[in-house]
């Protein structure tokens, strides 16, 4: 079992930034990758960004790649989304996840097998 928490959304300016953290408990952190999520209202579930689990790949996006970084740092048993240059589209709920099967394919939500309860992002004009 692993609970995973969001925080640190909310609402800001377009170009502007924010630092999503996601923290984990109840299994190994450093054992598993993580996945970053979101959702906008009427639209399906989207892959934002992973990290392996000792954070040496990563993977985006297109649509966020050079404007957020994920990282991890084990020992806080934690993993962040970095979001610069926010525009108005990137509003929506974000999620993390975690994936204990080791999957190859870390950007398809159905590989995850824990989510975090999600922090909305809410990006103005």
């Known amino acids: 079992q692993v609970q995973l928490v969001e925080s640190g959304g909310g609402l800001v300016q377009a170009g502007g930034s924010l630092r999503l953290s996601c923290a984990a408990s109840?299994?190994?952190?450093?054992?598993?990758?993580m996945g970053w999520f979101r959702q906008a209202p009427g639209k399906e579930r989207e892959f934002i960004a992973a990290?392996?689990?000792?954070?040496?790949?990563?993977y985006y996006a297109d649509s966020v790649k050079g404007r957020f970084t994920i990282s991890r740092d084990n020992a806080k048993n934690t993993v962040y989304l970095q979001m610069f240059s926010l525009k108005p589209e990137d509003t929506a709920v974000y999620y993390c996840a975690a994936d204990l099967r080791g999957s190859y394919h870390l950007d398809r939500p159905a590989v995850y097998d824990y989510w975090g309860q999600g922090t909305q992002v809410t990006v103005s004009s």
């Open positions: 109840g299994r190994t952190f450093s054992s598993y990758a």
């Open positions: 990290i392996s689990w000792g954070g040496g790949r990563t």
